[in-house]
């Protein structure tokens, strides 16, 4: 027998899914801030800007209106907000931070879709995946910026990071948030259907019994033989 997948949902009630979208709303607000005024380099504008704040928005509304029957849509925005990262990372000046980080944003990809598709059965490895990678860039990455006198970060620099990190806790509550669906009761679930009987078209079944009841009683009927009287 084929075993069913898990299904995934979020409940929009949820304080942790709340807290998600405010944190993805953060995010818009903090990547138009970061960006604003950079909008003549088209590539930018697209990777950067627009691309973003469209996963920020998609995934808001997907969570909102379809996160209780079609949670794995969330995939959609989560896709294309790795798709974002990957792009961001190539600019990094370290090699070394640029490959460890498109291998993280590739790994959270295929886990995120293997888990909302009820590939992976359970959400618990996507909480590490989310929460880790935030640790690392707020304990070392940008501790040591904040740190750095000779190359302060910047305003707009400091919104594109809060933005990310946004996006990182918003992740990261929604995986907190997931529950799995229940499966149905046995008396619930789909039974075997039995075909009907079809109809014999043009016929009563009524009369037709009748007809056949009728018929065996003439033919039980003894007629009485008749004789001559002389």
Same mark, same amino acid.
């Given at each position: 027998?084929?075993?069913?997948?898990?299904?995934?949902?979020?409940?929009?009630?949820?304080?942790?899914?709340?807290?998600?979208?405010?944190?993805?709303?953060?995010?818009?607000?903090?990547?138009?801030?970061?960006?604003?005024?950079?909008?003549?380099?088209?590539?930018?504008?697209?990777?950067?800007? /627009?691309?973003?704040?469209?996963?920020?928005?998609?995934?808001?509304? &997907?969570?909102?209106?379809?996160?209780?029957?079609?949670?794995?849509?969330?995939?959609?925005?989560?896709?294309?907000?790795?798709?974002?990262?990957?792009?961001?990372?190539?600019?990094?000046?370290?090699?070394?931070?640029?490959?460890?980080?498109?291998?993280?944003?590739?790994? &959270?990809?295929?886990?995120?879709?293997?888990?909302?598709?009820?590939?992976?059965?359970?959400?618990?490895?996507?909480?590490?995946?989310? /929460?880790?990678?935030?640790?690392?860039?707020?304990? &070392? &990455?940008?501790?040591?910026?904040?740190?750095?006198?000779?190359?302060?970060?910047?305003?707009?620099?400091?919104?594109?990071?809060?933005?990310?990190?946004?996006?990182?806790?918003?992740?990261?509550?929604?995986?907190? /948030?997931?529950?799995?669906?229940?499966?149905? *009761?046995?008396?619930?679930?789909?039974?075997?259907?039995?075909?009907? *009987?079809? *109809?014999?078209?043009?016929?009563?079944?009524?009369?037709?019994?009748?007809?056949?009841?009728?018929?065996?009683?003439?033919?039980?009927?003894?007629?009485?033989?008749?004789?001559?009287?002389?």
């Amino acid at each position: 027998m084929k075993k069913d997948r898990v299904k995934f949902y979020v409940e929009k009630q949820s304080k942790l899914i709340q807290s998600a979208v405010v944190l993805m709303l953060l995010s818009a607000v903090f990547r138009l801030l970061g960006c604003w005024g950079k909008f003549d380099d088209s590539f930018f504008a697209v990777t950067q800007i /627009a691309l973003p704040l469209s996963c920020n928005l998609l995934f808001i509304l &997907v969570l909102m209106t379809m996160g209780k029957r079609f949670f794995n849509f969330t995939a959609v925005p989560v896709v294309l907000g790795v798709l974002f990262f990957i792009i961001k990372a190539i600019g990094l000046g370290n090699w070394i931070h640029m490959l460890l980080t498109i291998l993280v944003c590739i790994v &959270v990809a295929l886990l995120y879709c293997a888990t909302v598709f009820g590939v992976v059965t359970t959400k618990w490895p996507l909480i590490p995946l989310f /929460a880790l990678p935030f640790v690392y860039q707020v304990c &070392v &990455v940008d501790l040591a910026k904040l740190q750095d006198t000779v190359n302060p970060m910047s305003f707009a620099e400091g919104m594109q990071e809060m933005s990310v990190l946004c996006i990182m806790l918003s992740l990261l509550c929604t995986s907190l /948030a997931m529950k799995k669906k229940k499966p149905a *009761p046995i008396d619930e679930q789909e039974l075997p259907k039995i075909k009907d *009987p079809k *109809p014999i078209v043009g016929t009563n079944p009524d009369s037709a019994c009748c007809e056949v009841m009728c018929a065996e009683e003439k033919n039980s009927v003894v007629e009485p033989e008749n004789t001559e009287i002389n």
